[in-house]
């Protein structure tokens, strides 16, 4: 039996926080309706004890989403929770999300604390923020480099005073997947009363490691991903969401599935990267401008036979405009045969063979050849032959 795992998107929260990415309430309200359209089961709204504006967008988000989670973040601090509490109120299915460093760099750097004070702090959060919904969502920040023997304790600790979700941050992405999917793999292992709640892959991507890590954790037992859309959020960015969904769904072996309606993809990467003013960079997977075009002889002569020789997902699966053969001084004679065609002219393999000479001559002079470059040569070509 498949077994789903749960996107938590915080596009909102963790990719808000992008220096230049603040979004208003309106702003808020129209990506986390189609957040919801999209599928995702918890939405991270906001740091409602942030601004003013942040708890109003929260609790309008929370009037207006009815299928998804509403989530809000929090410190370990009881009037962080309380206005929390307050901006969630109208939300069918509230989430408080609170926490505290727990690695040695937070505990002494930070809080100029011992592990035990921490812990302690950890699991009266949770208690505060229990009287007010069932549903709260424990992380331990920095916990990629946090003991993990005292990380158990804090996860058993969390889970007892009533934590349903613990979220094991790889915060400064520093791990290699194979020692994150071992982290969660100790906790599923060490932690007695793990069963009684989820664990969260929440992974940034200073590395470059964000899915990598986020999918061998939910390799090892973690059944929640926080990502966001096009891998926005802090530095690096976060775990991007179509990334760790379209792994789930191309490798059907590994047992997992998400509810993420994937034909939504490029259009929301691309209302995001426009409402956030971040471009997508051309070769990001999945959404990328050139995440689907072609443009070696060699490639453009595979996949013009058959298109899986060099495309593992199709264009409509994840909503893109479609595969793309693009004309440069590295393309092919059938790649150059199939652009004449697409505009109206069948030549010949002679035809072919003569026009390549002269595609090559203007490909080595620019970037790409396009389609005026294409109808110019075929005028040319036709031109030639007729007075011959
Ligand atoms: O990266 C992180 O640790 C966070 C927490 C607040 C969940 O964003
Ligand atoms: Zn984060």
Request: net charge negative; with cysteine.
């Given at each position: 039996?498949?077994?789903?795992?749960?996107?938590?998107?915080?596009?909102?929260?963790?990719?808000?926080?992008?220096?230049?990415?603040?979004?208003?309430?309106?702003?808020?309200?129209?990506?986390?309706?189609?957040l919801?359209?999209?599928?995702?089961?918890?939405i991270?709204?906001?740091f409602?004890i942030?601004?003013?504006?942040?708890?109003?967008?929260?609790?309008?988000?929370?009037?207006?989403?009815?299928?998804?989670?509403?989530?809000?973040?929090?410190?370990?601090?009881?009037?962080?929770?309380?206005?929390?509490?307050?901006?969630?109120?109208?939300?069918?299915?509230?989430?408080?999300?609170t926490?505290?460093g727990?690695?040695?760099?937070?505990?002494?750097?930070?809080?100029?604390?011992t592990?035990?004070?921490?812990?302690a702090?950890?699991?009266?959060?949770?208690?505060?923020a229990?009287?007010?919904?069932?549903?709260?969502?424990?992380?331990?920040?920095?916990?990629?480099?946090?003991?993990?023997?005292?990380?158990?304790?804090?996860?058993?600790?969390?889970?007892?005073?009533?934590?349903?979700?613990?979220?094991?941050?790889?915060?400064t992405?520093?791990?290699l997947?194979?020692?994150?999917?071992?982290?969660?793999?100790?906790?599923?292992?060490?932690?007695?009363?793990?069963?009684?709640?989820?664990?969260?892959?929440?992974?940034?991507?200073?590395?470059?490691?964000?899915?990598?890590?986020?999918?061998s954790?939910?390799?090892?037992?973690?059944?929640?991903?926080?990502?966001?859309?096009?891998?926005?959020?802090?530095?690096?960015?976060?775990?991007?969401?179509?990334?760790?969904?379209?792994?789930?769904?191309?490798?059907?072996?590994?047992?997992?599935?998400?509810?993420?309606?994937?034909?939504?993809?490029?259009?929301?990467?691309?209302?995001?990267?426009?409402?956030?003013?971040?471009?997508?960079?051309?070769?990001?997977?999945?959404?990328?401008?050139?995440?689907f075009?072609?443009?070696?002889g060699?490639?453009?002569?595979?996949?013009?036979?058959?298109?899986?020789?060099?495309?593992?997902?199709?264009?409509?699966?994840?909503?893109?405009?479609?595969?793309?053969?693009?004309?440069?001084?590295?393309?092919?004679?059938?790649?150059?045969?199939?652009?004449?065609?697409?505009?109206?002219?069948?030549?010949?393999?002679?035809?072919?063979?003569?026009?390549?000479?002269?595609?090559?001559?203007?490909?080595?002079?620019?970037?790409?050849?396009?389609?005026?470059?294409?109808?110019?040569?075929?005028?040319?070509?036709?031109?030639?032959?007729?007075?011959?």
């Amino acid at each position: 039996m498949e077994q789903k795992v749960h996107i938590f998107d915080t596009t909102l929260r963790d990719g808000e926080q992008v220096p230049g990415c603040k979004l208003n309430t309106k702003e808020k309200l129209t990506l986390a309706l189609k957040l919801e359209e999209l599928g995702v089961d918890i939405i991270e709204a906001g740091f409602p004890i942030s601004s003013p504006g942040d708890f109003e967008s929260v609790s309008q988000i929370s009037r207006i989403i009815k299928n998804a989670t509403v989530c809000g973040l929090t410190r370990a601090v009881q009037k962080d929770i309380e206005v929390a509490a307050e901006a969630l109120k109208y939300a069918v299915r509230p989430r408080i999300h609170t926490g505290i460093g727990t690695s040695d760099f937070h505990i002494k750097a930070k809080f100029n604390a011992t592990q035990d004070e921490i812990l302690a702090r950890a699991i009266q959060a949770v208690k505060w923020a229990r009287n007010f919904t069932d549903d709260v969502e424990f992380f331990a920040e920095d916990a990629g480099r946090t003991d993990d023997q005292y990380l158990a304790r804090v996860v058993e600790a969390v889970i007892k005073a009533g934590a349903t979700v613990v979220n094991i941050p790889d915060t400064t992405g520093y791990c290699l997947p194979h020692q994150y999917g071992a982290k969660i793999a100790y906790l599923m292992n060490n932690v007695p009363n793990v069963d009684k709640a989820i664990l969260a892959c929440h992974c940034h991507n200073d590395l470059g490691l964000a899915t990598a890590n986020s999918i061998s954790g939910a390799i090892n037992g973690a059944r929640q991903i926080e990502c966001t859309i096009n891998g926005l959020g802090e530095r690096a960015g976060n775990t991007s969401l179509e990334e760790v969904v379209m792994v789930i769904q191309q490798h059907k072996h590994l047992g997992l599935f998400t509810n993420i309606k994937t034909q939504m993809l490029n259009p929301l990467s691309r209302e995001v990267s426009e409402t956030m003013r971040v471009p997508v960079q051309p070769n990001k997977a999945i959404v990328g401008a050139n995440a689907f075009s072609h443009s070696s002889g060699i490639h453009q002569d595979g996949f013009l036979k058959n298109a899986q020789t060099y495309e593992i997902i199709s264009p409509d699966q994840v909503g893109a405009d479609g595969s793309k053969i693009v004309l440069t001084a590295r393309s092919g004679r059938s790649a150059l045969a199939y652009r004449f065609q697409k505009i109206g002219y069948d030549f010949n393999r002679d035809d072919i063979d003569a026009l390549y000479q002269q595609f090559l001559i203007v490909a080595d002079g620019q970037k790409e050849v396009l389609e005026p470059d294409l109808i110019e040569m075929a005028k040319v070509h036709l031109s030639a032959n007729v007075t011959a």
